[in-house]
């Protein structure tokens, strides 16, 4: 299988893998951390601040790969501390609309470079 690769200027990969990757009709975005990619290191503030930078990351890619924030289904969450819980659902609440996608946040002992999130994404094309 080939794969169709899509990557953006204002997402980092911190490892071997792509930003996004096509199957079908669906595109997986890799996980994102809070990186603010024009100093390479995680942007200093609470959880709102580094949320707000996971979707500022993630919808770099989703344009990259022609999609939009409706055409996403299934959002993941992982999270260091589950009492940044409402804090973090503020945030996302004001990425989509209404029907929201479906979502699961787990809580996690840690992550990459030391961040408080990640979120990662499926979304499908329209036909």
Known sequence: MTRKAFSAEGAVAVGPYSH?????????FSGQTPINPETGKLVEGDISAQTEQCF???FNVLKAAGLTPDEVVKVNVFLTDMNNFAEMNKVYSTKFSTPYPARTTIGVASLPLGAQVEVEMVARRQK
């Open 56 to 58: 500022k990351n993630l």
């Open 20 to 28: 996004a990757v096509e199957s079908g009709e669906h595109v997986y």
